[in-house]
């Protein structure tokens, strides 16, 4: 057997065993089993592409829901802009008006007379009625918000009146007398109040002068009569009020359907003469009250 004082005198063998030692000592375990392999890493995610795809390319899911619920806003932004497209524009309501109004007249009330010879008096009173068509035109000027002051001219052409005569039959039918021309001329106030982009609700108090120009019935009368009374035109007043609507189908451009409710006085005739021998006068008065219909037309400037 070779003794281990031998090999330690091999130079060779010293060496390597010197080396041996040295890295042995400098050794440290690893924590865990020196078996266990390295984990290999994930591949790293390729860059993401920003850029638009490419025309033809289809989208990716995420794209296509981010893409529909642009076009959902879209079409809740655009929805409020069509809504006040389709609303009738605002017209604007301070501007001043003129108007053209076709009315319907229904009047009833009364016709007295009074002709007094000395101490003689004979006073008679009788019933009356009137229907028929008649214009009105006049223009009216905004004060403010809600007020118009303006003024309109009526005409009702032949004025013919229904008079009953007091002692005939109740079945008899009323004589029919033309009185002449009837016109007037009234002021108008306007209170309104826009209930909608295009529409108004108002109401016009109204009070003015009646004039008629004598001729049928009344003109005969006026010439039979022998206290020389004038011949010139009668006059009169009415005072009433209207209330209505108005549609604006244009921004210069509206229509109105009013009803209204007047009383008118006329004094047909109205003379008297003194003497020594004896006072003489003859009086003719007409009272009516008045349901009225009208539609107008209205442009807005």
Request: with cysteine; net charge negative; charged share 20%.
């Amino acid at each position: 057997m070779i003794s281990d004082g031998f090999l330690l005198q091999t130079p060779i063998l010293r060496r390597r065993l010197l080396a041996l030692g040295l890295g042995l000592s400098c050794w440290k375990p690893e924590v865990g089993y020196a078996s266990e392999a390295p984990k290999p890493q994930a591949p790293s995610a390729p860059a993401e592409d920003t850029a638009a795809p490419a025309s033809g390319t289809p989208a990716t899911k995420q794209q296509q829901t981010e893409d529909n619920e642009q076009t959902a806003d879209n079409e809740q932004s655009s929805a409020p802009s069509s809504a006040v497209a389709a609303t009738p524009a605002r017209p604007d309501r301070k501007k001043n008006y003129a108007f053209l109004a076709g009315r319907y007249l229904f009047e009833t009330g009364s016709l007295q007379s009074e002709s007094a010879r000395g101490t003689d008096v004979v006073e008679t009173q009788n019933d009356v009625s009137a229907r028929g068509p008649a214009l009105q035109f006049g223009a009216l000027f905004g004060l403010n918000s809600f007020i118009r002051l303006g003024a309109a001219f009526n005409f009702s052409g032949n004025y013919t009146v229904r008079v009953k005569d007091p002692d005939a039959a109740d079945d008899a039918e009323p004589d029919e007398r033309l009185f002449g021309q009837r016109l007037g001329l009234e002021l108008q106030t306007e209170f309104f109040v826009p209930i909608a982009p295009a529409v108004d609700i108002f109401a016009q108090p109204n009070a003015g002068i009646v004039m008629l120009i004598p001729g049928g019935d009344l003109q005969t009368q006026i010439d039979s009569s022998q206290l020389d009374p004038n011949q010139g035109p009668r006059f009169g007043w009415n005072l009433g009020i209207k209330a209505g609507a108005r549609y604006f189908f244009h921004p210069s451009f509206a229509l109105n359907c009013t009803f209204g409710y007047s009383w008118q006085s006329l004094y047909l005739l109205n003379t008297s003469l003194s003497s020594e021998f004896v006072d003489a006068s003859d009086k003719l008065t007409l009272g009516t009250s008045r349901v009225e219909a009208a539609l107008a037309v209205e442009a807005h400037f």
